[in-house]
């Protein structure tokens, strides 16, 4: 198993700023997630955080809004850069552990734009 | 192309009585399938996984899923409800055949009546 580590568990910010979120874990990884999770809905995959290469982007999202930075096997960081109302959402962490290839999960960033 | 249908946004039950969370997922290839649940302001949790052995799974907190090809199914099943089951839950499918993909289902909001 995997245990994953988020900061910051919440936030409320302003139009137009950038928020910065880190996901720890405890063991070395290869592939890192970064999902959305917008009110009432499932999840959506934002991009792929390899170590050592560029993230990989799902449609619809775009490096200048949702930055990301993977320094090192067990840390992530995403951006999510001028923000508006409309990014007000979960935002998770997920790493693929065990014999089974499972997803495992932070407690994930509650961000609320006002 | 693969997919996941989750048939009710929605159940309620009585506690004690059984519950059913129905999924269908469509996959090209022998897929891995997994369920979470997501309790209010938590990350997610995985419940079970079917990953190609028995087809009867067994999971934490009394759930089972039952894997049928013949019926691309994979519903969710405890025989009797607890308040503390009251969560959303989250029918999800893996192909690593083609890549490190997960897709996930709509979910569905499960009530427990008193």
């Known amino acids: 198993s995997a245990v994953i580590s988020q900061k910051p568990s919440r936030d409320i910010c302003q139009r137009g700023t950038s928020l910065t979120i880190q996901c720890q874990v405890d063991?070395?990884?290869?592939?890192m997630f970064w999902y959305r999770q917008q009110p009432g809905q499932s999840l959506t995959l934002i991009a792929t955080?390899?170590?050592?290469?560029?993230?990989?982007?799902e449609s619809g999202f775009v490096i200048d809004k949702f930055p990301i930075s993977r320094p090192n096997l067990t840390f992530s960081t995403l951006t999510v850069s001028n923000m508006s109302p409309e990014d007000s959402s979960i935002y998770l962490c997920?790493?693929?552990?065990?014999?089974?290839?499972?997803?495992?999960f932070g407690e994930g960033s509650r961000l609320t734009v006002l | 192309a693969q997919s996941v249908t989750q048939l009710d946004s929605h159940v309620s039950v009585s506690e004690g009585t059984p519950v059913l969370l129905r999924c269908n997922y469509s996959?090209?290839?022998?897929?891995?399938l997994f369920w979470y649940v997501q309790h209010p302001n938590k990350g997610l949790q995985l419940l079970l996984k079917?990953?190609?052995?028995?087809?009867l799974v067994k999971g934490i907190n009394g759930f089972e899923a039952e894997f049928k090809k013949s019926e691309t199914s994979f519903h969710l099943t405890k025989p009797s409800a607890h308040m503390s089951d009251a969560a959303e839950y989250f029918c999800?499918?893996?192909?690593?055949?083609?890549?490190?993909?997960?897709?996930f289902g709509t979910g569905t909001s499960l009530t427990v009546i008193p």
């Open positions: 079917y990953t190609s052995a028995a087809t």
């Open positions: 063991s070395q990884v290869t592939m």
């Open positions: 997920s790493v693929v552990g065990g014999a089974t290839g499972e997803l495992f």
């Open positions: 999800v499918v893996s192909e690593w055949n083609t890549g490190n993909q997960f897709y």
């Open positions: 996959s090209s290839y022998s897929p891995s």
């Open positions: 955080a390899n170590q050592g290469s560029e993230a990989t982007y």
